[in-house]
């Protein structure tokens, strides 16, 4: 059994054997399969830097201060390979998944499947990805380069029932196939409410130490797609009193916020269901952003002449225009436009700190960009000052519900029609979601899980 990291190292990494650790940071860069990379999920760096990036003001427009956590340096490039390894540590903790007899499914639209595809991998295992033929073709070749092998179902980003009928056709063809639903399993959740949320709590106060903020976080943005990495709210909301969740999806495929369907591009969110694991009770408010916004916004972020803008006529320092151009995908500008639009809704300003995910980055995109190209041209300095101005500054206010009683129970409503009429879950389990005590007891078994994985290493120790 190849196993990493506990919970509480993914968090605090430092607390890792000193060998091991050593071994990993090197494993980062020379020797990037190696299973020693699974000792790198986290946040931190090899020094215990968090990766995050405080948006520029002259970006942003507001007043406010917008941190974005990012995913980046996670092996495989995105944080999603996080949920991955602990959905599956999980699953073999328990005894559901035999590395030696299982195949693994991974249904996704990207980079979950990315991520498990790595995991998968590294703890010996084989693997399928579920994924719409319509993604990015970037997200195709890292899976494949990983050694899983790709099914490709109808649709693109919003069809993930698709997903869920090749997975029990999957099923129930091999009694060896195990499928490892990031959009129901627990272990997704467990890992963005204790490691990415715990992360910015701790983020919080290095932050004020910079001057930055008061030491808390007033808010956290994240569309959902599993709904794993909105979870870290859950673990903000406790820390800080009268802090505010709020969840982003898009304006083309409007699902919590009037039911509705349809075909977007905000690649890795809004699959046009309520995922089991969104604790939708406990978020404050919904806010959509469209696609197309999110695209323009990348282009800029991403292309010389956008670039040259932003240092030139906004002022903004050379190195963190440089860092930003290749930081974010479009699920993370979409994220931080949702900041944005928190910032200015709920009228945050100057020492209040928004927080937000950017779970991959422009690797991913580039093909998007060049159809972006192709459909719009390359940017001058002339469009590149209409994207701040008429993308970022212009982020407005509307398409905005409150996390209201009633809002909040259609929510919670709305999945019944996946996971009790589709997907076997009874009424009574959905029913017991409504208590604050489930997901409490979720939390809980972070300690749980940890126990088992230490007792497991004195089977099989970790050697360097």
């Not at 494993?27 to 020094?47: K, S």
């Not at 903790?93 to 990207?110: C, I, K, N, Q």
């Not at 890795?268 to 323009?296: R, S």
């Not at 009228?347 to 928004?354: A, H, P, S, T, Y």
């Amino acid at each position: 059994m190849i196993t990493g990291p506990t919970f509480e190292e993914m968090l605090h990494p430092q607390r890792i054997d000193p060998v091991i650790r050593a071994r990993a940071a090197a494993a980062r860069r020379e020797a990037p399969l190696d299973p020693i990379n699974l000792f790198n999920i986290t946040w931190r760096d090899p020094e215990g830097n968090a990766y995050y990036i405080v948006l520029p003001k002259a970006l942003t427009g507001v007043d406010a201060d917008i941190v974005v956590l990012y995913g980046k340096e996670f092996p495989s490039g995105s944080h999603k390979v996080g949920a991955a390894y602990s959905v599956l540590l999980e699953m073999e903790l328990f005894g559901e998944v035999d590395p030696a007899r299982h195949t693994l499914v991974w249904p996704s639209t990207g980079n979950y499947g990315i991520g498990g595809a790595w995991v998968g991998g590294r703890m010996g295992c084989k693997s399928l990805v579920v994924l719409p033929e319509g993604m990015s073709r970037e997200r195709f070749e890292r899976i494949e380069s990983y050694g899983a092998k790709v099914i490709k179902t109808v649709g693109s980003e919003s069809n993930v029932k698709e997903i869920y009928d090749k997975t029990h056709e999957l099923r129930a063809s091999d009694p060896n196939i195990r499928i490892l639903n990031q959009f129901e399993v627990m272990g997704n959740y467990r890992f963005h409410y204790h490691v990415t949320g715990n992360t910015l709590v701790e983020l919080a106060a290095e932050l004020k130490q910079q001057g930055i903020g008061r030491g808390v976080i007033n808010a956290f943005c994240s569309a959902m797609g599993s709904a794993g990495t909105i979870a870290a709210g859950d673990r903000l909301k406790q820390a800080f009193p009268g802090h505010l969740i709020v969840g982003l999806e898009p304006i083309q495929c409007p699902t919590l916020f009037n039911n509705g369907y349809g075909v977007h591009d905000i690649q890795g969110i809004g699959d046009k269901h309520v995922t089991w694991i969104h604790n939708v009770n406990n978020m404050d408010a919904l806010m959509c952003i469209d696609d197309m916004q999110c695209k323009k916004g990348l282009q800029l972020l991403s292309e010389e002449e956008g670039c040259r803008a932003l240092v030139e006529r906004y002022g903004i320092d050379a190195p963190t225009v440089e860092k930003m151009s290749t930081l974010f995908g479009i699920s993370g500008i979409c994220n931080i436009l949702g900041a944005i639009k928190t910032a200015k809704y709920f009228k945050f300003g100057q020492g209040d700190v928004i927080a937000t995910i950017a779970t991959d980055s422009l690797d991913r995109y580039h093909s998007v960009m060049d159809d972006m190209r192709e459909r719009f041209g390359r940017l001058d300095i002339a469009a590149a000052v209409g994207r701040v101005e008429g993308v970022f500054h212009a982020a407005t206010t509307d398409w905005v519900q409150l996390g209201t009683l009633e809002n909040r129970t259609r929510w919670h409503n709305l999945k019944y029609y996946t996971w009790v009429e589709q997907q076997g879950k009874t009424v009574e389990e959905l029913d017991a979601q409504k208590n604050p005590e489930w997901w409490l007891k979720h939390q809980a078994r972070v300690a749980e899980i940890d126990a088992r994985l230490l007792a497991a290493r004195q089977q099989s120790p970790v050697t360097a």
